[in-house]
């Protein structure tokens, strides 16, 4: 990952941002979606390393892919619903915000719940 990159990109943005909100509020909230959005991309297609050494542990510790599936799905739910959230937020709109990473919360529940189902099950197993 190029750090400085992305730096750049979100520094030029900033200084873009507050620029154009003294002249042309609608153009910075656009620039400021935009950059969020770049920055976003670059990372997430950085994070193939990750997912790839991720899946390596999992095979070496003989783990369900879908297990590893689940967590990295949760973490992207949950990257995704913060960075709607801040968008909504620099919109003005706090609410909106908070019923947005609502949705998310809900969202990593529905998909955890295999994975407590199983723990909770391994749990009573091992119980006498």
Sequence with gaps: MHIFQLVGIGMTATVLVSVLREHAPQFAMLVSILAGIVLLTMVVHNMDGVVQSLTGLAD???L?????????????????????????????????????ELAGK???????????????????????
């Design 60 to 62: 070496a510790a003989k």
């Design 64 to 100: 369900d892919h879908g297990f590893l599936t689940t967590v990295l799905r949760i973490i992207g739910i949950a990257y995704i619903v913060e960075f709607a959230a801040q968008v909504a937020r620099d919109a003005g709109e706090g609410s909106l915000a908070g019923k947005i």
């Design 106 to 128: 809900v969202g990593i529940i529905v998909l955890a719940m295999p994975i407590i189902t199983d723990v909770v099950e391994s749990l009573v197993h091992l119980l006498p």
